[in-house]
């Protein structure tokens, strides 16, 4: 659905990426200064590489083999920038059908003004409207020019916590509810965590490893790029049984049975955990007489290596993969090594679900257990 | 007092000629001001300084020099007076049009610099993001790039159109002080500071000029600021 293949030399910095996928969300992730900017700007043709090819749904928008470079305008790219970028002269609704004359596809004005809540803006100018609210009005604007592909550019980055709850919603439900695949640049672990189905980290210009997120996000050797203190296993769950006594919900992966403070879901519903290293210890034997509700049995795979105090241990919990954090110190005490058998206590989960935004089912958070 | 309000008709004559020929100044240089503006906001090329220096020479000359030059090049005999007679049967030398002319010169380094400082202050990005839109060059220029140059369009008309109304050394050199047809509103109380006797029709102009140009400045501070406002969105 999508490949992307760009070498671009800069000055001093070399951008040297290939990277494939077959829809949803791609996710950019890196640290500033990776690249991610320069290659989201070359698939939306607004850089053109120096060599490279770019191919979505089996068209190539750019192949520098052939000398082909299909002009910004033309690509059918639909761009998310940090800043909104809405035109200041015109209104939200005037915003919002500038694509209409070359979308080639019939409005659907009425539609996506209610996907983003946004109709009590529409005759409002764009420097009257919150950091939130333009960049909704933007992903609309973005959306009604009929594009085959989204790129977003850090599209939260400057908002605040609180701004951000309110919008990262509405792009899972872009994901969920519109065919569209999004290539979707950040380097917040949370967001790419709560978003992506593909992951690929830049560093300094090159891939350092792409694929399923989950399994991207759980490789120990890439910890140093995906941010230690929120780095950690992402694992899929259902809503398994309800516990209105004590306010508790059980939630079910393959890893195992998870019990969370009360969380209002339908039983059956979808839900993303994301278990922090740092919020999972590693005991040798089932734990008992002790107050922590979930004890996960798992083997070890791997066991990370630095000199330093602090290192990560990768279980395999029945095919979900779980990063525990603990001291060096104690891995030596306890003997770890690949193979054997332990248990993961897990105290604290982030989790995002897959249910309809227009419902008002969506929530997004963290429960400590 | 009221021989103040007693405009003789070459009086009037000559206002109006003046207003018309400032209008003219100014609608006639306003596309090529833009033109120009494009080129030195937007490009760097060899000839770029020399390009710049070229627009600005009206400013520093001398205007009888600046005149002259356009009787050179815009006579009966000048290479551009002949062709463009020839072709077209335009006529700048001694008639009302070729006061024009000298207007819009004059005025040209005022309106290319009001225009290439907006220019420059447009977010390009905003540009890039009506283009991923859809939106081709030209399409973008005119619904992105020109309305958020308005406020410094506006602003170099009204100081072209007002530069035109004052304009004296480079129209009386190039087209003489020609009543009822190149005897504009200066050139006129120029003449009748010289007559005997013309010193109240002199400051009868003199009052005229006064509450044009103020009028002027007035409405280019209001266009300035209405078009600022729509600009930045509020």
Redesign the interface.
Known sequence: MLEVEVRHRLGAFALDAQFASSGGVTALFGRSGAGKTSLANAIAGLLRPQFGKIVVDGEALTDTATGRFVPKHRRRVGYIFQEGRLFPHLTVRQNLLYGRWFAGVPSRLDEIVGLLGIAPLLPRRPATLSGGEKQRVAIGRALLAGPRLLVMDEPLASLDEARKAEILPYIATLRDETKIPIVYVSHSVAEVTQLATTLVVLSEGRVAAAGPTASVMARIDLFPLTGRAEAGAVIEARVAAQDPAYQLTTLRAAAGELVVPHLDLPIGTAIRLRIRARDVTIALHAPEATSALNALPGTIVEIGRSDGAIIEVRLDCAGDALIARLTRRSAEALRLEPGRRVYAIVKSIAFDHHTHLAAGRFSAGQVDI | MSALLAFSPDEITAIRLSLRVAFWAMLGSLPVGIAVALVLARTRFWGHSLLNALVHLPLVLPPVVTGYVLLLLFGRRGPLGRLLYESFGIVFAFRWTGAALACAVMGFPLLVRAIRLSLEAV?R??E??????????AW?FV??TL??TLPGIAAGMILSFARALGEFGATITFVSNIPGETQTLPTLTYALIQQPGGETGALRLTLVAIVISTAALLASEAALRRASR?????
């Open positions: 977010d990005g905003l890039d993001a009506a283009a991923t839109l859809g939106a081709n060059a973008v619904t992105v309305p958020l729509r600009v930045s969105g509020l």
